[in-house]
């Protein structure tokens, strides 16, 4: 009796834009917004233990910084707009950039755990 074909791996880049299974690539990985769900709906993979701590927020904090203080001053220079204005763009910028990768910079971190760390032994070590 031959053993059923595995599914071809999914890749994590993949699997983080659309916010996947990592494994399957076709379940949901998370429960509401930012929540990890406990696993997979398709195929069954837990996600115990998939933990990015603050690693998402720092890698999309980092390089947008640097972007909206140099797009700030670009327009400072060349517009010379209002105060309010820099008041009132910016945070939205910040916000709308922030709100729309976070997950998926979240979802990649958790496909690149499970690509490259045994999580189930993981846990076993620390028990």
């Known amino acids: ?14 699997a983080g834009l659309f916010c996947r299974c990592p494994r399957c ?16 709906s398709v195929c069954g993979l837990s996600f115990a233990g998939h933990d990015t701590g603050d690693g998402p927020a720092f890698f999309i904090i980092l390089p947008l910084s640097i972007i909206t203080c140099v797009a700030a001053l670009l327009v400072d220079v060349n517009l010379a707009p209002p105060m309010w204005v820099h008041v009132v763009v910016w945070p939205s910028f ?9 997950p998926r910079v979240k979802a990649l971190m958790v496909a690149l755990q499970y690509r490259y760390r045994d999580v189930e032994r993981d846990q076993g070590n620390q028990q």
């Open 1 to 14: 009796m031959e053993k059923p074909i595995p599914p071809p791996p999914v890749s994590p880049v993949i």
């Open 25 to 40: 690539g076709r379940g949901a990985l998370f429960n509401g917004y930012l929540k990890v769900a406990p696993a997979c």
């Open 94 to 102: 910040i916000a709308l950039v922030v709100g729309g990768l976070l």
